[in-house]
């Protein structure tokens, strides 16, 4: 399954777990997909310089790195630590011509509930990175997160709270990561698109799916399977103005126990039946 209607699908890594990084590059090839958001985990598998050299080789772009963040820490040995690893983790993004390095907030430390202190240290852990993100030329992607996952995962949890915090910088250096997962239950969610207009560095999509599995980290579904409306998403996101390209991320045991290139077929049909033909700019 190849042509133009492809030209803006990436398979996110996770998507296809079992599969390292060169049988996922092959993957996207067979497929005929144009784009890879990649992990820092099967890319340190077999190192930096021979990850970009199959995704160059490949002719892939890389839609994304995943993942940056984990900022909400308190004590200062595993705050400067947490910076090293950004700092590496945008050194990667940069090398690979990344689009974005997604960042994840981080949830509570254990035995912490200050929700906002912990807000606070990701706006100053972001602020910090700024200017090393600015020298690379990476455009740091905030993700927010449902809220099934603020405390231990994701303290931002809304697209306006996320945006709070971009807009405090230049557009080139923060953007925002939208993911339907996170943001399909969001109250004026259209609207919070429109707001993000041109920060809007990366589009995620999977479903919501009932009855949630006991691990909600699993509980991805693949589109067309669960509860979240593409088509209205897809053209808010359209009407935004957002042109790049739509990165297919879900995490669910059971589409890892499916053979992956199965799993890129699937989601290539269900992605030009429910989210391509709604992409266009309103």
Not at 147 to 166: I, N
Not at 196 to 207: E, K, M, T, W
Not at 230 to 236: G, I, P
Request: hydrophobic share 45%.
């Amino acid at each position: 399954m190849t042509g133009p209607r492809l030209d803006r699908l990436s398979l996110n890594q996770r998507t296809t777990a079992s599969w390292t990084l060169p049988q996922a590059v092959q993957g996207c090839v067979d497929a005929g997909l144009p784009a890879i958001g990649v992990w820092r985990e099967q890319l340190a598998e077999v190192g930096l310089e021979e990850g970009c050299r199959l995704v160059r080789e490949a002719g892939l772009r890389v839609s994304s790195l995943c993942r940056g963040g984990f900022f909400t820490a308190t004590d200062p040995a595993d705050v400067r630590a947490a910076e090293a690893r950004n700092r590496e983790a945008l050194e990667e993004a940069a090398a690979l011509g990344a689009a974005t390095l997604v960042l994840v907030p981080g949830g509570l430390p254990a035995g912490d509930r200050d929700l906002e202190g912990a807000r606070h240290r990701v706006a100053t852990a972001v602020e910090r990175l700024v200017p090393y993100a600015h020298e690379l030329g990476v455009t740091l992607g905030i993700e927010p997160m449902n809220p099934v996952y603020a405390a231990d995962r994701g303290v931002v949890s809304t697209l306006a709270s996320a945006l709070d915090l971009a807009e405090r910088f230049d557009a080139a250096d923060v953007g925002v990561v939208v993911d339907t997962f996170h943001l399909w239950w969001e109250p004026g969610v259209a609207e919070q698109l429109l707001r993000a207009g041109p920060r809007i560095v990366s589009y995620q999509v999977c479903d919501w799916i009932t009855p949630l599995p006991a691990d909600t980290l699993l509980a991805r579904g693949m589109m067309g399977d669960g509860h979240v409306d593409f088509a209205a998403f897809s053209r808010a996101v359209g009407r935004a103005g957002y042109t790049g390209d739509v990165e297919v991320e879900i995490f669910n045991a059971d589409v890892w126990a499916q053979p992956p290139a199965e799993v890129v077929a699937t989601l290539s049909t269900r992605y030009l039946a429910l989210v391509e033909p709604y992409l266009v700019e309103a």
